[in-house]
């Protein structure tokens, strides 16, 4: 098994522009989560999924943040325009059940 | 105030010490509680439940006590390779609920 997969790994860009992270959960898995991780808040969950549907995303910072789950095997995260402040490692995790997490290696975004 | 917190450290111990992590945690609704861990620029992975009874796993034991809403995570003799950030982890409702972690080194 692969593991979860992220996509990009680093992804640099400017204020202001777009940004779509990618991932492909574990194959089986019902729920798959969206993390981001700062030195200064730690890892906050930011919206889970439970079998392709949003379940929670009251940690979704705000309406510039969006994340779809259109089939089992794939989640995006966009950021639209994104912010300075947004800079992070976005990690998606999957799971078949809620406690064990299996996470990707992250995105390591930084906006300029 | 964060739903579970930790001692950032650095914890810098010699190899073969014994150290031990502590956590507290917020919501006394909270159903089960994790170790994981995570080495420098990787992703978190699963280290040990943690149950009510108290479990051990190789040189790792840890111990949760409900009504003071505390966790603990003790490692014996410490390795290098132990070296990492230990996160301590509350499921509460369906989301789990990340420390920001504890730093370790052994060295």
């Known amino acids: 098994d692969a593991g979860v997969i992220q996509s990009p790994r680093h992804e640099v860009t400017e204020m202001g522009q777009e940004v779509t992270l990618r991932c492909k959960p574990i194959?089986?898995?019902?729920?798959l989560f969206w993390y981001r991780q700062t030195m200064m808040r730690g890892l906050e969950l930011l919206i889970y999924?439970?079998?392709?549907?949003?379940?929670?995303d009251s940690g979704m910072p705000e309406d510039r943040f969006s994340a779809k789950m259109p089939n089992a095997s794939f989640s995006t995260l966009k950021i639209q325009p994104s912010e300075p402040r947004d800079s992070a490692v976005y990690f998606c995790?999957?799971?078949?059940?809620?406690?064990?997490?299996?996470f990707g290696s992250g995105t390591q975004l930084s906006v300029l | 105030r964060k739903e579970v917190e930790q001692d950032p450290g650095p914890f810098n111990v010699p190899e073969g010490a014994t150290v031990a992590f502590n956590c507290t945690y917020s919501?006394?609704?909270?159903?089960?509680f994790f170790w994981y861990r995570q080495d420098c620029r990787k992703e978190p992975k699963l280290l040990m439940s943690?149950?009510?009874s108290g479990n051990e796993d190789g040189r790792f034991t840890a111990q949760l006590n409900r009504a003071s809403q505390y966790i603990s995570l003790l490692i014996r003799d410490s390795k290098l390779s132990d070296s990492a950030t230990y996160l301590c982890?509350?499921?509460?409702?369906?989301?789990?609920?990340f420390g920001k972690g504890t730093s370790l080194l052994v060295t």
């Open positions: 995790a999957s799971s078949s059940r809620v406690e064990k997490l299996f």
């Open positions: 194959s089986g898995h019902d729920y």
């Open positions: 919501n006394s609704a909270s159903q089960s």
């Open positions: 999924f439970n079998n392709n549907v949003p379940i929670d």
């Open positions: 982890v509350v499921l509460s409702g369906y989301a789990l609920n």
């Open positions: 943690v149950y009510s």
